[in-house]
């Protein structure tokens, strides 16, 4: 082996680049399952009562589609209109379904595994507001924001995937609206994207939109590097019907579905924890048999996101603490069950990026990642349980969630590691420390993960380095990114030929491009 | 005491009865704070017994009860569950004083439809309204989600309310509010009625700029605010 290795410049160089794959201490996909908040008998007992609820309270408000498809493979119409899925209707279900989800990216480097116990971190929304923490003030969330947290997003190492963080207020058209959204998210970003569509019909020109991207529709249907997001249930056990149109044009035309069950503990879920989980797994289950009668082993991820109520007020908290225990007993159950699992964690009730907002998203972000949920929505930049969002925490909280990720890759136990040898030779008849140690040198990198933005300084350095604030670190790189980041995995030439076809909002320039 | 944090008063052997009227009003308010429908339905019962108005039983016993009820609850000392048992015992006591007052022509508190929009299958927000609204006192037609603007009209017409409120959880329905408020314009109704609106991504501007009378940025606001728009209506109205 060469013993030289370029000296300075050398050095500088790799510091500088991405560290290698075999060195990065944490990878997208680090497999949780540590945190077992239920015991084997719970989850037995929560696994029977999440059948029981669908054979024998079942959903209302079916959609004549819903109705016929599911009561094909089984499910029965009550006359009290409510629709019924026996067990083996749901077990069925679960035989047919796709348990080896891959949500691809526009790149493939960024294609993501959502199956077994791996964990995934993603943003979400829809925020209406933007938490502008220089002026101090909430605002309306633009088409621009919408494009410039993607191309944050897109920088961000540990950040998986891009699904839409906020509304596009300027824009008042919905059609506009919905195909903006999916245009500034898959412009901003070459990682997978998840939106999510207010009718039917402008999920079928988006359909177009993708297709006009991927170069064609069989390119598309190949790697779909875009998911819906779905809120096909309205809590308690309710089918609701333009999100069940828009999912069966997503099953047809090739997307990935969110099958989104966002129950409130208290209001629209049961108070108690158990009877939360339980009815919010029932949801998505139902969603899946429905899912599965359209179209054996569509591409789905189950997402319960167990929101709850402070009753004091009746308003959500996205922060509290039950929030992290819901999620992680609901990737218990996902895990049991074996399908790939969603969650929404790492919200805060914090207006502005504060103490309260970092330890909320800390808490219920390691919850959910121990306890193996495949992707964590909401896991960056959301304010105001999900009001508002803010561009600048996307780095901060990416220093979160390597951390999260480092903690959830958990520690490896061999010879090596257990290091009988090194301990030896350092305190027998060696330094006395391990600073030099051949270990240290050879893991210092890989078993360690270091943060981009966190200050580790002593109080000294911290007060000649002018006292730096971390957000304004994080205002400062998002200044460079905007400025400097317009990603081409769309080339000008697909972009003219979008912009021929389909009205869209932000001019060229706006994109980067000229 | 210290398994149980709920305070035990023993009450057994309160005689409401056996009260003169103002510690029976007091003890109606603490009845009230406690949420026991029962012991207001016999409150208000006694209190009419002795020969006082409906109207007086009402404003002084079951208004001024919740009344107290709301403050607790804005100020964080009741929980939400607590003062819907609260506005259950009111409701209690408005199923007797209700055929009572329309007897005697007297002004009700008042009368309120409200829904959730077109488009938007939001409701905790405004469930939460309506039973806050109830118990006050004020009567509520609840619409559901979903509400075209027909709905609105169709339960104006049938209702006669005081208020109308409508609720909306999303960017994209918001603006519906304005298109009932200008189609209430356009039929030349609007001014009879106050227009009540409410909804997380909402604010005070917003409701201004579509031509409300109030935004509510809670259950409690909307109470106090309808108590104080339907006061100013009904002295208006003579
Ligand atoms: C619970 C919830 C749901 C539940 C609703 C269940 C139900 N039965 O209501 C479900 C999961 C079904 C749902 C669905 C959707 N939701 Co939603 N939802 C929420 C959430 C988390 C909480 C709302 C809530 O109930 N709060 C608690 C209550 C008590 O508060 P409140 O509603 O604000 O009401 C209070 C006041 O506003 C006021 N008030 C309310 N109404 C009225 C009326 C009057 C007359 C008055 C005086 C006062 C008043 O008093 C109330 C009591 O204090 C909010 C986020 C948030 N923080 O608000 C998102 C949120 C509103 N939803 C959002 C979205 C995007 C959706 C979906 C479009 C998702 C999707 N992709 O499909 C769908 C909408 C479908 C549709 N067509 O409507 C976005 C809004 C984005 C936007 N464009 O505006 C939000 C902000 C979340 C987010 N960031 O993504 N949602």
């Known amino acids: 082996m060469a013993r030289r290795s370029g000296g300075r410049e050398a050095r500088k160089a790799l510091r500088s680049a991405p560290l290698s794959e075999a060195i990065k201490p944490v990878h997208p996909g680090e497999t949780g399952g540590q945190y077992r908040p239920l015991s084997d008998a719970d989850v037995l007992a929560i696994r029977s009562n999440i059948f029981r609820i669908l054979e024998e309270i079942g959903f209302g408000d079916a959609t004549a589609h819903c109705i016929e498809t599911c009561t094909a493979v089984g499910a029965i119409m009550g006359n009290d209109g409510r629709l019924r899925m026996p067990g083996h209707v749901v077990e069925n279900a679960l035989d047919l379904c796709d348990r080896n989800l891959v949500l691809h990216g526009q790149d493939p480097q960024f294609d993501l595994q959502i199956q077994g116990q791996k964990v995934h971190f993603s943003t979400a929304g829809a925020a209406v507001m933007i938490a502008d923490y220089e002026s101090n003030a909430y605002r309306d969330s633009t088409a621009q924001d919408l494009y410039d947290m993607a191309r944050i997003v897109d920088q961000c190492e540990h950040i998986h995937m891009y699904q839409r963080t906020c509304v596009l207020r300027d824009v008042a058209d919905n059609y506009e609206m919905d195909l903006n959204t999916l245009y500034g998210a898959i412009s901003g970003t070459a990682k997978h994207v998840g939106c999510s569509w207010t009718h039917y019909t402008h999920l079928e020109k988006s359909l177009e939109l993708l297709h006009a991207v991927a170069g064609s529709d069989a390119a598309w249907r190949a790697r779909p590097f875009v998911s819906q997001s779905n809120c096909f249930v309205v809590p308690p056990m309710k089918f609701t019907e333009d999100a069940l149109e828009c999912l069966r044009v997503a099953v047809e035309g090739g997307m990935p579905v969110l099958l989104l069950s966002a129950g409130q503990a208290g209001a629209t879920t049961p108070a108690c924890l158990a009877g939360a989980v339980s009815q919010a797994w029932a949801e998505c289950l139902g969603g899946l048999v429905y899912l599965n009668a359209i179209k054996a082993g569509a591409p789905a991820i189950l997402g319960t996101w167990p929101f709850v109520s402070d009753l004091r007020t009746g308003a959500m908290s996205g922060g509290s603490p039950e929030q992290g225990l819901l999620s992680a007993a609901c990737a218990q159950i996902g895990n049991d069950l074996n399908l790939p699992f969603g969650t929404a964690c790492g919200m805060t009730d914090a207006k502005f990026p504060d103490y309260q907002a970092g330890a909320e998203r800390a808490y219920t972000l390691s919850a959910a990642a121990l306890a193996g949920a495949n992707i964590i929505y909401e896991s960056a930049g959301m304010y105001a349980s999900l009001l508002g969002t803010s561009p600048e925490s996307f780095l901060m909280d990416n220093d979160v969630l390597g951390a999260t990720l480092r903690m959830t890759r958990g520690i490896e136990v061999n010879d090596e590691t257990l290091s009988f040898e090194n301990i030896r030779s350092v305190c027998i008849g060696g330094e006395g420390h391990y600073l030099g140690s051949d270990q240290t040198l050879s893991v210092m990198q890989s078993e360690y993960i270091y943060p981009e933005l966190s200050d580790r300084d002593s109080p000294n350095v911290w007060e000649e380095n002018g006292k730096p604030l971390i957000l304004e670190k994080a205002i400062k790189r998002r200044n460079e990114i905007l400025k400097n980041h317009f990603p081409k995995h769309i080339s000008d030439e697909i972009d003219k030929k979008v912009r021929a076809e389909f009205p869209i909002f932000l001019s060229p320039e706006a994109m980067g491009r000229r | ?94 199923g007797i004083l209700r055929p009572l007052l329309v007897e005697t022509g007297a002004k009700p508190v008042g009368k309120m439809i409200i829904g959730t929009v077109k488009g938007d299958i939001h409701d905790i927000g405004k469930n ?55 189609t209430m314009k356009e039929q030349g109704i609007r001014d009879n009625y106050i227009v009540l609106v409410g909804g997380a991504p909402l604010n005070e501007e917003f409701g201004e700029a579509i031509g409300a009378d109030a935004y509510c940025r809670d259950a409690a606001m909307a109470v106090e605010t309808a108590r104080k728009l339907v006061d100013a209506k009904q002295a208006a109205d003579g």
């Open chain 2, 1 to 94: 005491m210290a398994e149980n944090q709920e305070v035990e008063v023993d009450d057994e052997d309160i005689d409401l009865s056996a009260l003169p009227d103002d510690e029976l009003v007091e003890q109606m308010h603490d009845d009230l704070y406690d949420g026991l429908r029962e012991e207001i339905v016999e409150g208000t019962n006694i209190l009419l017994e002795r020969g006082w108005s409906p109207e007086k039983v009402l404003a002084d016993a079951l208004v001024e009860g919740m009344r107290i009820v709301g403050i607790d609850f804005r100020d964080g000392i009741l929980f939400v569950p607590e003062v819907l048992l609260s506005a259950n015992a009111m409701k209690g006591g408005m």
């Open chain 2, 128 to 182: 939460l309204v309506s039973m806050m609204m109830e118990g006050a006192g004020f009567e509520v037609v609840d619409l559901g989600i979903n509400n075209p603007v027909e709905n609105y009209l169709e339960a104006i017409e049938e209702h006669r309310p005081d208020i109308v409120g409508m609720s909306a959880l999303l960017t994209t329905t918001m603006p519906y509010m304005k298109v009932v408020i200008d």
